[in-house]
């Protein structure tokens, strides 16, 4: 018989195209994936890979296999998310993914509110840029920030929240000595690759062609607040700030709007619904923050 647990790690490397990628997917090292795929070729007789300098190629035997691996996954997933909406119990994991400012800047007092009204949940908070698939149980929920929800999967099913907006935001200090005459050079403080926009550099407040990277939102804050530059940054994050303030001469931009999604059977567990249904109301509440209108939580 089929160990599925191989056939797992088969998947992983044909999809990734490299033991190394496979072993970083599954959270193993590369003896346990070589072995797990070994395990698979001795119990068909088959070899399923042909080692390249630029990586794994399924042989034809490897691709009839993929095929087959496909559906098992398929089906292994539509089972497991079956049994799991079937199951109405408070107690368990619940696993909640959302990009980093939306937990460390809003919703986490929430998560605590929500941990002590419900003490026999756990729950696992996935605040990170990375997109959890859903579908793949990567996550239960997911607080997303959607441009058109067109976009979106049609077998996620979301609560529709309010319209988050940005701003740019420089700090006070650096502002007040601009308008005071300094000249040392102001710079655009971007996230990764992002471009210096236009205005950023012809503006009221001009940056120069030098940006300044960080790939981390806490850093970004940190160098605004430091007086190296301007940011983007969401309006409930900057105007909250005390040591920053908006740029003269920009105004908020919108961002898109927060989705609370689910998928398929997950929705219909009761620590599922208990956690859509208090974040929603949570998210109703912050929308004047979310717009830009406000600066306080209440």
Known sequence: MI????????????RGGSVRAAAEQLGVNHSTVIRRVAQLEERLGAQMFEKLPSGYRLTD???????FAD?????????????????????GLLRVTLPP???????MPDFAEFARLHPDIEIEVLSTGEVANLTNREADVAVRNVGDRKNLALNLHGLKGPEMYGGVYMS?????????GATDPLRWIVVDDEEIPVWARKGKVSSTEAPFKTPDAGAQIAAAQQGIGMTRLPCFVGDADPLLTRVPGTDPHLYGRLWLLTQGETRKTKRVR????FASKRLAAYAPLLAGLSTSRE
Do not use: I, N, P
């Open 274 to 277: 208990l956690f859509t249904e």
């Open 71 to 91: 559906q098992m996954k398929a089906s292994s997933q539509q089972l497991e998310t079956r049994v799991f909406g079937r199951d109405q119990g408070v107690r």
């Open 3 to 14: 160990d599925w647990d191989d056939v797992r790690y088969f998947l992983a490397v044909a």
């Open 172 to 180: 006070r200090d650096r502002l007040a000595a601009w308008r005071k």
């Open 61 to 67: 035997a490897g691709e009839d296999v993929l095929e």
């Open 101 to 107: 400012f939306l937990a460390t800047h809003l919703l």
